[in-house]
């Protein structure tokens, strides 16, 4: 508001003088210029009708001369004014019209508008800083899930993309810089409903300044960040930065898993790629052999090292060493997308060939160049662009690490099922043949199509029929719950993977697990199996024939007619 107000005095400045100058020396004029009564006698107008005069005058309008007729001095004096003010009017009318086109003042009226919407908000919202390709993809997957979402880019073509977009949810979007604190405020910081904080710029110095603005100026909200360099990720982490996400070191783990359990690493993209898509398939990269890495930037780095900790040898390509850097080893000076440079790295004995540089072309280029001279390679990609998706898919990679995507994914799974992040934390601690188990039972469930994953909370906000019942000292076991109400033999297509009560922690939890108020259950199914949970979870008369067996009549007339059967 102060900005749209200093904008207009300054730009109104001179228009509103002139103005007042125009006015002043009419009614000046008309006062000192001596007039005539009814009677001839002389008479002078005071101020008073004199600025009543020159008012309507100056509107064009006119309702005659007041409140005698005028002098010929007078007209004359009338004429120069008329002419005076409508000059005046004109410049004050043009400077209005240039202000309202100048592009500072519509930018503080739009920033003013998103302000008011942002503190009308009554529903839990998240700011996504950055709307990029992973900003784009974090903002889907939340409003898909009626999750609400404020957006706030330096980039005005990326909140224009946004207007275009067809959410399931309205985003507000703010064009500014996300690193300054006033903006960070005009997006609901300081609002009681903010949930989080995500930084996901580019900038690594940026998403830094966002995470210490949020800290400082809410240090309750969840921060949420992307970097790419060691140095800043453990500045963030010393003033309590939630969750400090790293696509390279995240995927160079992924890889880790996949080669020291192959399900687990299945398990894994099963419950966190997007619900409804095709099932991916299980990965088995070779753990014996020799490995190429082409690129020895952040990406090559993480994966060497990931690689040389499973003790696989390893050969680094890299065009330009004295500026990556390159390991004690030592490196083969070149891109890998020629022939002499794959054959220096020993391409005929390799098993694995990672192509991970900062450019989609080489990249392809060095996958099309490898399987050209040996077919038994397993091909990881890195993919820096979502436009290339389809020449991506075209190449066949076995693995594509693609940053964006693996952010994106991180971060939806950590505010939209919190509860996953946590299974996956305790399932990594699991034996490889129970991750294979797992595995088998979710595909006896969603025909090759990835679960759906549902948190359910026992408590009186969300699911008020079995709260009630806990609280009347009825018991209710895990099972119950999984039941069909068309018919209390057949079980839902679903499995509890968690259990969180009281502060203890159930992987897998059995079917007669006894329910506690407050407890908290992660579920993977079938939709419609979570649409009927959902139904029993809320209405008393479902949740009694589940657990009984009796189909008791529910309105007071069913009850009556059954009444008088009994009779």
Same mark, same amino acid.
């Given at each position: 508001?102060d900005?749209i107000v200093?904008?207009i005095?300054?730009?109104m400045?001179r228009?509103l003088?002139?103005?007042v100058?125009v006015?002043?020396?009419s009614?000046l004029?008309?006062v @000192?210029?001596p007039g005539?009564d009814?009677?001839?006698n002389?008479w002078h107008?005071d101020?008073?009708h004199?600025f009543?005069f020159v008012?309507?005058?100056?509107?064009?309008i006119?309702?005659g001369?007041i409140?005698?007729e005028?002098t010929d001095?007078q007209?004359?004096?009338?004429?120069?004014?008329?002419y005076?003010? =409508?000059?005046?009017?004109?410049y004050a009318?043009?400077?209005i019209l240039?202000l309202l086109?100048d592009k500072?003042?519509?930018h503080a009226?739009k920033?003013r508008?998103?302000a008011q919407r942002i503190r009308?908000?009554?529903? #839990?919202f998240?700011?996504?800083c950055?709307?990029?390709?992973?900003?784009?993809?974090l903002?889907r997957?939340?409003t !898909?899930?009626?999750?609400?979402v =404020?957006?706030?880019d330096?980039n005005?073509?990326?909140?224009?993309? @946004?207007?275009? *977009?067809?959410?399931?949810?309205?985003v507000?979007?703010?064009?500014?810089? %996300?690193?300054t604190?006033?903006?960070?405020?005009?997006?609901g @910081?300081?609002?009681? *409903?903010c949930?989080?904080?995500v930084?996901?710029t580019?900038?690594?110095?940026?998403n830094?300044?966002i995470?210490?603005?949020?800290k $400082?100026l809410?240090?309750?909200?969840?921060v949420i960040c992307r970097a790419?360099?060691?140095?800043?990720e453990d500045n963030?982490?010393?003033?309590?930065?939630?969750?400090?996400?790293?696509?390279?070191?995240?995927?160079?783990?992924?890889?880790?898993? %996949?080669?020291?359990?192959p399900?687990?690493y299945?398990l894994?993209?099963?419950?966190?790629e997007k619900?409804?898509?095709l099932?991916p398939?299980p990965v088995y990269?070779p753990?014996?052999?020799?490995w190429i890495?082409?690129?020895?930037?952040r990406f090559g780095?993480a994966v060497?090292?990931? $690689?040389?900790?499973e003790?696989?040898?390893?050969?680094v390509?890299?065009?330009?060493?004295?500026?990556?850097g390159?390991?004690?080893q030592?490196?083969?000076?070149?891109?890998?997308?020629?022939?002499?440079?794959?054959? !220096?790295?020993?391409?005929?004995?390799a &098993?694995?060939? &990672?192509a991970?540089?900062?450019n989609?072309?080489?990249n392809l280029?060095?996958v099309m160049?490898?399987?050209?001279?040996?077919?038994k390679l397993?091909?990881?990609a890195? *993919?820096?662009?979502?436009?290339?998706?389809?020449l991506?898919?075209?190449?066949?990679?076995?693995? =594509?690490m693609?940053?964006?995507?693996i952010?994106?994914e991180?971060?939806?799974v $950590?505010?939209a099922? #919190?509860?996953?992040y946590?299974?996956?934390?305790?399932?990594?601690y699991q034996?490889?043949?129970?991750a294979c188990a797992?595995?088998?039972r979710?595909?006896?469930?969603?025909?090759n199509?990835?679960?759906i994953?549902?948190? =359910?909370v026992?408590?009186?906000?969300?699911?008020?029929?079995?709260?009630e019942?806990? /609280?009347?000292?009825?018991v209710?076991?895990?099972?119950?719950?999984?039941?069909?109400?068309g018919?209390r033999e057949r079980?839902?297509?679903?499995i509890?993977?968690?259990r969180?009560?009281?502060?203890?922690r /159930?992987l897998?939890p059995?079917a007669d697990?006894?329910?506690l108020?407050?407890?908290? @259950?992660l579920?993977c199914g079938?939709r419609r199996?979570?649409?009927?949970?959902e139904w029993?979870?809320?209405?008393?008369?479902?949740?009694?024939y589940?657990?009984?067996g009796?189909?008791?009549?529910?309105?007071?007339?069913?009850r009556?007619?059954?009444?008088r059967k009994?009779?």
């Amino acid at each position: 508001m102060d900005n749209i107000v200093f904008l207009i005095l300054r730009r109104m400045r001179r228009p509103l003088l002139t103005l007042v100058l125009v006015y002043a020396a009419s009614i000046l004029g008309l006062v @000192l210029i001596p007039g005539q009564d009814a009677q001839g006698n002389p008479w002078h107008m005071d101020f008073f009708h004199a600025f009543y005069f020159v008012s309507f005058m100056s509107t064009t309008i006119g309702f005659g001369e007041i409140p005698y007729e005028f002098t010929d001095v007078q007209r004359a004096w009338v004429l120069v004014s008329i002419y005076l003010s =409508v000059i005046a009017w004109l410049y004050a009318i043009g400077t209005i019209l240039t202000l309202l086109q100048d592009k500072t003042f519509q930018h503080a009226i739009k920033e003013r508008r998103f302000a008011q919407r942002i503190r009308h908000l009554r529903e #839990p919202f998240y700011i996504l800083c950055g709307y990029g390709e992973t900003g784009r993809e974090l903002a889907r997957a939340l409003t !898909e899930r009626g999750q609400h979402v =404020v957006v706030v880019d330096l980039n005005e073509e990326k909140i224009n993309l @946004l207007k275009l *977009q067809n959410l399931r949810d309205y985003v507000p979007a703010l064009h500014a810089n %996300a690193r300054t604190p006033r903006h960070l405020l005009e997006a609901g @910081l300081g609002h009681r *409903q903010c949930a989080g904080v995500v930084a996901l710029t580019n900038n690594n110095e940026v998403n830094l300044k966002i995470a210490i603005t949020a800290k $400082l100026l809410n240090p309750h909200v969840t921060v949420i960040c992307r970097a790419d360099s060691h140095d800043i990720e453990d500045n963030m982490a010393s003033f309590g930065t939630d969750y400090i996400i790293d696509p390279f070191d995240t995927f160079a783990k992924y890889l880790s898993t %996949a080669l020291q359990t192959p399900g687990l690493y299945l398990l894994q993209r099963w419950l966190t790629e997007k619900p409804g898509t095709l099932l991916p398939d299980p990965v088995y990269p070779p753990t014996q052999g020799h490995w190429i890495v082409g690129g020895y930037g952040r990406f090559g780095k993480a994966v060497f090292n990931r $690689l040389k900790k499973e003790e696989i040898t390893v050969t680094v390509m890299e065009a330009m060493p004295e500026k990556t850097g390159e390991p004690k080893q030592g490196v083969v000076r070149g891109r890998g997308t020629e022939e002499d440079t794959l054959t !220096e790295a020993d391409i005929e004995h390799a &098993v694995g060939i &990672v192509a991970g540089t900062d450019n989609d072309a080489n990249n392809l280029s060095i996958v099309m160049t490898a399987r050209a001279m040996t077919n038994k390679l397993f091909v990881i990609a890195r *993919q820096n662009y979502r436009e290339n998706d389809a020449l991506f898919r075209a190449v066949d990679a076995d693995m =594509v690490m693609h940053p964006s995507a693996i952010v994106a994914e991180k971060i939806r799974v $950590l505010l939209a099922t #919190p509860m996953l992040y946590e299974f996956m934390s305790l399932a990594a601690y699991q034996e490889e043949d129970w991750a294979c188990a797992l595995v088998s039972r979710i595909a006896g469930l969603v025909d090759n199509r990835v679960p759906i994953i549902q948190e =359910v909370v026992v408590d009186q906000d969300r699911h008020c029929a079995i709260h009630e019942a806990l /609280e009347r000292g009825r018991v209710v076991q895990l099972g119950d719950i999984m039941r069909s109400p068309g018919d209390r033999e057949r079980s839902l297509r679903c499995i509890t993977l968690l259990r969180i009560s009281r502060n203890s922690r /159930e992987l897998l939890p059995e079917a007669d697990t006894k329910l506690l108020p407050g407890d908290r @259950l992660l579920f993977c199914g079938t939709r419609r199996a979570f649409a009927t949970m959902e139904w029993t979870l809320c209405h008393t008369a479902t949740l009694e024939y589940i657990l009984t067996g009796e189909d008791k009549p529910r309105s007071w007339l069913w009850r009556k007619l059954q009444e008088r059967k009994k009779r």
